[in-house]
C-alpha cells in the first residue's frame, strides 16, 4: 500500500475513577489525587489520514452535541500533533475523521481518548516508533488523564493523576452510564471541591480499599469501596443528579456514584441480567441509558 493512502484507525476508551481521592491544591493549582482509573467499552476512534490541512471531520452518537467538540485548532488532537512534532523535531501533520460515543465534558475523559488515540495514529502514520516512556511523557503534558488512556485497563493514579501503574483486576465489572446533555466544567467542580473543603489535607485518601476489591473480582466488595471526592461538588452544582443516583440503586444498582468530575453517572451492577434490568428502569426517566463492561484496554490500532 502506497504512503499516501494509508490510513490509521486508533480506539481509545472512556475511563471511570472507581476511586477519587483529592487533596487540597498544590501550589501549581492542581490537586494531588489517589485514585484508580478503569476504562470501559464506550470509545472514541480516530482515524488519521497522510495529509497537511489537520482537518478534523466529527461524527458524534445521538446523545453528544457536537457544537461541543472543538475544531479548527482549538482541540486536544492539534495539541498531540504538535507535542510529537517538537519531540521528534519535524512536521506531524495529517487529516482526521473523530467518532465519538464518549460524551463531550461528562467525566468521562472524552477528550483525553482523543488525545491518547491522536498521539498513537500519529506515531505508527509517521512511523516515528516514539517509547512507551516517551509516549507518557507526552501524555502526561496534554492532560492528567491522558497517560491512562494510553494504559487502559485498571490502573493507580498518583501525582494528578498522570503516573499511573497497572492494578490486578480479577473482575468483568458491568455498568449501566446516564450520560448528561449539558456537560460540567472540571475546573468548576474542583474550584468547588476547594470551597467546600478549605481544610482538604494535601494527602489524598487513599485508595487501597478499590484496589483490594478489585483483586478480589467481588462486584460486592467494590460497590461497598467506589469512593468519588468529586461526587459532592458536583451535586452541589448540579443536584438533579441526586435523585437519578438514588434511583439506580433502588433498581437493583449496587452503588451509583457520578463518574469523575460528572455530570454522567454510572452504576455498579453484579451481572450482566442486573444491568439491563437497572437500565430498564432508569430509561423510563432517561433519553440514554448505556451498559459498559471494564475493564478494556487502553489506546489501540485497529486492524
Ligand atoms: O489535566 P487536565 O487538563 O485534564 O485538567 C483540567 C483542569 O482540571 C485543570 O486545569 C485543573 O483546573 C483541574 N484539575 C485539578 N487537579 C487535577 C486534575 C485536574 O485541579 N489533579
Excluded at 491544591?25 to 478503569?38: K, N
Aim: hydrophobic fraction near 45%; aromatic fraction near 4%.
Amino acid at each position: 500500500m502506497s504512503r499516501v493512502a494509508r490510513a490509521v484507525t486508533v480506539r481509545a476508551s472512556a475511563k471511570i475513577n472507581l476511586h477519587l481521592g483529592v487533596g487540597a491544591a498544590r501550589a501549581d493549582g492542581f490537586h494531588p489525587l489517589d485514585t484508580v482509573y478503569q476504562a470501559i467499552g464506550l470509545h472514541d476512534d480516530l482515524t488519521v489520514v497522510a495529509g497537511t490541512s489537520g482537518r478534523i471531520e466529527v461524527e458524534v452518537a445521538s446523545y453528544i452535541d457536537d457544537a461541543g467538540v472543538p475544531r479548527g485548532g482549538g482541540n486536544i488532537i492539534d495539541a498531540a500533533s504538535l507535542a510529537l512534532a517538537r519531540h521528534h523535531m519535524r512536521p506531524v501533520l495529517a487529516d482526521y475523521t473523530l467518532r465519538k460515543t464518549i460524551p463531550v465534558a461528562g467525566g468521562m475523559a472524552g477528550g483525553s481518548a482523543d488525545a491518547a488515540a491522536a498521539l498513537v495514529a500519529l506515531d505508527r502514520l509517521h512511523d516515528l516508533n516514539t517509547s512507551d516512556a516517551d509516549l507518557l511523557a507526552l501524555a502526561a503534558e496534554l492532560g492528567s488523564d491522558v497517560p491512562f488512556a494510553l494504559i487502559g485497563g485498571s490502573a493507580h493514579g498518583t501525582g494528578r493523576g498522570e503516573l499511573v501503574r497497572p492494578l490486578v483486576d480479577r473482575g468483568t465489572w458491568w455498568w449501566v452510564v446516564v450520560p448528561n446533555r449539558e456537560g460540567l466544567s472540571t475546573p468548576a467542580v474542583y474550584r468547588h471541591f476547594d470551597v467546600l473543603h478549605p481544610d482538604a489535607s494535601p494527602t489524598p485518601p487513599s485508595a487501597v480499599p478499590v484496589i483490594e476489591a478489585l483483586a478480589s473480582g467481588s462486584p460486592l466488595k467494590l460497590g461497598r469501596a467506589l469512593r468519588n471526592d468529586l461526587q459532592e461538588p458536583a451535586l452541589d452544582l448540579r443536584p438533579e443528579l441526586g435523585a437519578l443516583l438514588s434511583r439506580g440503586e433502588m433498581a437493583g444498582a449496587l452503588r451509583g456514584l457520578v463518574s469523575g468530575s460528572g455530570p454522567s453517572c454510572i452504576f455498579l451492577c453484579d451481572s450482566a441480567e442486573a444491568a439491563r434490568a437497572v437500565a430498564d428502569d432508569l430509561r423510563a426517566h432517561h433519553d440514554v441509558v448505556l451498559i459498559a463492561t471494564g475493564a478494556v484496554a487502553g489506546a489501540h490500532v485497529l486492524p
